[in-house]
Nanobody, 119 residues
Framework: QVQLVESGGGLVQAGGSLRLSCAAS????????MGWYRQVPGKQRERVAS???????NYADSVKGRFTISRDNAKNTVYLEMNSLKPGDTGVYYC?????????????WGQGTQVSVST
């Protein structure tokens, strides 16, 4: 049974920083793509960033230059460093592990962690 557990969310002022972590436990393929998604009420979940097992990263245009995704394969952990946060970054952030960058029925998801950015 694969479990993904996010941590590091919280309330921060605009311009501040947060670091999210997602620890994976259970039997998970080392080749899986890890990603961070966020969701706000009334909107679809959107991909924020992803990273392949080889380290190739991809970011949403809205976070390029401000967010950095990284992974520690030995620890089965993925991180999201968020700098220069804006109120528009507010949402529940979910960690995803799966065989592809795009979502599929084979994905595993964490329970989410709330990030709130105040003006």
């Amino acid at each position: 049974q694969v479990q993904l557990v996010e941590s590091g969310g919280g309330l921060v002022q605009a311009g501040g920083s947060l670091r999210l972590s997602c620890a994976a436990s259970g039997v998970i393929s080392s080749t899986y793509v890890m990603g961070w998604y966020r969701q706000v009420p009334g909107k679809q979940r959107e991909r924020v960033a992803s990273i392949t097992s080889g380290g190739t990263t991809n970011y949403a245009d809205s976070v390029k230059g401000r967010f950095t995704i990284s992974r520690d394969n030995a620890k089965n952990t993925v991180y999201l460093e968020m700098n220069s946060l804006k109120p528009g970054d507010t949402g529940v952030y979910y960690c995803k592990a799966g065989p592809w960058v795009i979502t599929s029925s084979r994905d595993y998801w964490g329970q989410g962690t709330q990030v709130s950015v105040s003006t």
